[in-house]
């Protein structure tokens, strides 16, 4: 798994946003409220930085302290949507959380691709990362979270169906 730091020196704008102090998301009970433990490497991200805009195109969700609920129900709206397209023959067969092996949302884009976890192990640090772009398309990756971001904007993974701006030259980062 990559470290924040390997992310941060490949989008080091972002240092900007860092917590001074790590931030105290209660793990144990967003867990117990989604009913999964989540990857370490993101798990490290969201303790270090708060929900994060990456070139004003990719958002990275990660729970606010005291708001874990309201993360955790995000994720299940997500699900939500994604057994719609599911019942209607438009996921590949990737199936939402929580059905076994299911995909779990951590991401998205202003324009409607969407970025999952594929959870196909019982270690959450095993997971690869899914993406539907807006257009359909469906992208699988053996990285997790933190990897897949840092190869995107290192342009060391290409993810079919993104707009040609994807990544920017020079992508900013909000907090």
Do not use: H
């Amino acid at each position: 798994m990559l470290r924040v730091e390997e992310l941060e020196a490949t989008l080091p704008s972002m240092t900007q946003w860092r917590a001074p102090a790590r931030r105290s998301v209660d793990w144990a009970a967003l867990e117990a409220d989604l009913g999964t433990a989540l990857p370490s490497d993101y798990r490290s991200l969201a303790e270090a930085y708060p929900p994060l805009v990456v070139d004003d195109f990719l958002f990275v969700s990660v729970p606010r302290p005291g708001a874990e609920a309201s993360w955790a129900s995000g994720r299940r709206y997500s699900s939500e949507i994604l057994q719609d397209l599911y019942e209607i023959g438009d996921t590949e067969d990737y199936v939402p959380y929580p059905e076994p092996g299911g995909l779990l949302c951590w991401a998205e884009s202003n324009e409607g691709d969407v970025f999952y976890w594929k959870m196909n192990s019982p270690d959450p640090d095993a997971w690869p990362v899914v993406v539907r772009g807006a257009n359909g398309d469906w992208s699988e990756f053996p990285v997790g979270a933190v990897e897949f971001l840092a190869g995107v904007y290192r342009r060391s993974i290409d993810v079919p169906g993104m707009p040609r701006s994807f990544p920017g030259d020079d992508p900013k980062v909000l907090g």
